[in-house]
T-cell receptor, first 114, second 112 residues
Framework: DAGVTQSPTHLIKTRGQQVTLRCSPKSGHDTVSWYQQALGQGPQFIFQYYEEEERQRGNFPDRFSGHQFPNYSSELNVNALLLGDSALYLC?????????????FGPGTRLTVL | SQKIEQNSEALNIQEGKTATLTCNYT??????LQWYRQDPGRGPVFLLLIRENEKEKRKERLKVTFDTTLKQSLFHITASQPADSATYLCALPDNYGQNFVFGPGTRLSVLP
């Protein structure tokens, strides 16, 4: 049973560019959440997708957008990259009824903005 | 605003001792609390969930307590091993109960 997968593992971009990160949830999970984790910090919630809709959003600007596909996989898009967007981006999957069983995280995508 | 604090950024202990990590929160009334382990460059891994009506939860060498009056959870690793070295994160459900707010984590190093 494949867990949560993310691609790419590493990415280097320059300021102003745009980036797309991809995530496939754990088999049987229908909900995908994205988190940003800066070095030495805990993960910060960006948004959550369920039934191809953004269900909840954290305190992130509109430069951060996403999408969920019918197969439950998801993309995170970041436009007009800033140096401060450099971080580990984590995708987590769960079931729609909540995370009492815990969130299942992927390995993350390390984004570096130069 | 809601805030989660974890006792220290880093904790060093000798192999075989018990590690105790603290998670304190303010402006929350969570129905449950979770603990995760994170290794460098990897995503967090769920360890334990404890509900507000449970005082203590155990899983192998792990023990978690939850005091809703003190707004605190303690995470213990008994008979610690170098393989337990990692960052440990506590997480609380947000107001919708669908997502989680994470603490900053405590980096544990178990020295042989």
């Amino acid at each position: 049973d494949a867990g949560v997968t993310q691609s790419p593992t590493h990415l280097i971009k320059t300021r102003g560019q745009q980036v797309t990160l991809r995530c496939s949830p754990k088999s049987g999970h229908d909900t995908v959440s994205w988190y940003q984790q800066a070095l030495g910090q805990g993960p910060q919630f960006i948004f959550q997708y369920y039934e191809e809709e953004e269900r909840q959003r954290g305190n992130f600007p509109d430069r951060f957008s996403g999408h969920q596909f019918p197969n439950y996989s998801s993309e995170l898009n970041v436009n007009a990259l800033l140096l401060g967007d450099s971080a580990l981006y984590l995708c987590a999957s769960s079931l729609a009824q909540g995370g009492v069983e815990g969130l299942f995280f992927g390995p993350g995508t390390r984004l570096t903005v130069l | 605003s809601q805030k989660i604090e974890q006792n220290s950024e880093a904790l060093n202990i000798q192999e075989g001792k018990t590690a105790t990590l603290t998670c304190n929160y303010t402006n929350y009334s969570p129905a449950y609390l979770q603990w995760y382990r994170q290794d460098p460059g990897r995503g967090p891994v769920f360890l334990l969930l404890i509900r507000e009506n449970e005082k203590e939860k155990r899983k192998e060498r792990l023990k978690v307590t939850f005091d809703t009056t003190l707004k605190q959870s303690l995470f213990h690793i008994t008979a610690s091993q170098p393989a337990d070295s990692a960052t440990y994160l506590c997480a609380l459900p947000d107001n919708y109960g669908q997502n989680f707010v994470f603490g900053p984590g405590t980096r544990l190093s178990v020295l042989p």
